[in-house]
């Protein structure tokens, strides 16, 4: 007796009876909650010195977490320092030639250039007297006492003495009118100048400090003191724990049953009979192939849309990566809807 159509017929049974066990044990599952794959993400940060300097100190470590404005790392700043001072004395003598043409002449530098005033003009009067007595002399005597060139070298000391009269005179009035506006205004702007520098040097000091701008978690130190910094150089990787997410993928099929705020439930092995809760925050308006790393049960080449779930995670139990199982609640529920990651 051949016993072969025996043996394929109750295979073709045990299937029979495994498929609809399957089909019917999962259409009330199917018709409340939707169960999808994916994987943990979060934001990263990368933080780089603004400046070109060697690493003084750096103050955390991998895994540290880290508040938000707290220093993680200073740079040498014994330069910037002495830069700072200097840029601080060079405002002071600003400050000082500013001040010194804001309050015009002093008094006795007014008293001085008349005194110089009187003085040239008493040399001025004196060339004049010798001239005329010469002249007087030479009309006495005919021209034989005084020579013609005694004559023009008293002239030429007259017109010396009140070229230098003249001279002293407008001295005075300059020194009596005081600085003019375009001279304050100059000393004025160099002032500014030398603030404005003194301005970028404590920037710069500040910006030798390394501050976490979130809360996170220190994932990578990637410089180390005495290396040379540089803002195209990342000294730490941040790992920002909240928001987190589950990055999944679901069809187009189900992709009606799928709404923002859904309530969600996520697990992972590493926390088996421990769910966390979540909700839907964003869902893909354009479609894109299956991942590599997403298994489903339809074929990986088919269009699905990215949702991410957001996650309630108090105890910091997902990493970056991490696969979770993702279970959303299909009667209507709704998370209170948040911010989008």
């Known amino acids: 007796m051949n016993k072969k159509p025996i043996i394929l017929g109750a295979i073709v049974l045990l299937a029979g009876a495994a498929f609809a066990a399957w089909y019917f044990n999962r259409q009330p599952a ?40 707290q220093v993680l790392g200073e740079l040498d700043t014994r330069t910037l320092q002495l830069q700072a001072a200097q840029a601080e004395a060079q405002i002071a003598v600003q400050t000082q030639a500013l001040q010194r043409l804001k309050s015009g002449s002093r008094p ?9 005033v009187a003085a040239a003009a008493a040399d001025a009067e004196l060339a004049r007297q010798q001239l005329e007595r010469l002249q007087s002399i030479r009309q006495t005597t005919v021209g034989r006492a005084v020579s013609q060139q005694d004559i023009d070298a008293a002239q030429a000391r007259q017109k010396v003495a ?49 501050k976490a701008p979130i809360d996170a ?8 003191p005495g290396d040379m910094a540089s803002p195209q150089r ?7 724990t909240d ?16 709404k923002p705020g859904m309530a969600a439930t996520l697990s992972t092995d590493s926390h088996p009979g421990q769910p966390l809760q979540g909700k839907v925050g964003y869902i893909s308006s354009v479609a894109e192939f299956t991942p590599k ?49």
């Open 30 to 69: 199917d018709a409340h909650s939707l169960v999808l794959y994916g994987n943990v993400d979060l934001r990263q940060v990368s933080l780089a010195f603004n400046g070109s300097e060697r690493i003084g100190k750096l103050h955390v470590q991998e895994g540290d977490r880290v508040k938000a404005g």
């Open 108 to 116: 006795e530098e007014v008293a001085q250039s008349r005194a110089q």
């Open 162 to 210: 009140q070229a230098q009269l003249e001279n002293v005179r407008k001295a005075q009035q300059l020194v009596v009118t005081g600085p003019r506006k375009e001279d304050i205004a100059q000393a004025q702007a160099q002032l500014d100048v030398a603030v404005a520098a003194l301005a970028v040097l404590r920037h710069q000091l500040q910006e030798a400090q390394l």
């Open 217 to 224: 978690v220190v994932r990578a130190r990637l410089m180390e």
């Open 234 to 240: 990342p000294v730490f990787t941040l790992a920002i």
């Open 243 to 258: 928001p987190k997410w589950v990055r999944a993928y679901v069809t187009e099929a189900d992709l009606g049953r799928v």
């Open 293 to 341: 790393t997403v298994q489903t049960e339809e074929l990986r080449s088919s269009l699905v849309y990215e949702i991410r779930v957001l996650a309630d995670d108090p105890e910091d139990r997902l990493r970056l990566g991490m696969p979770a199982t993702v279970r959303l609640a299909l009667d209507g529920n709704t998370a209170t809807a948040g911010s989008k990651p």
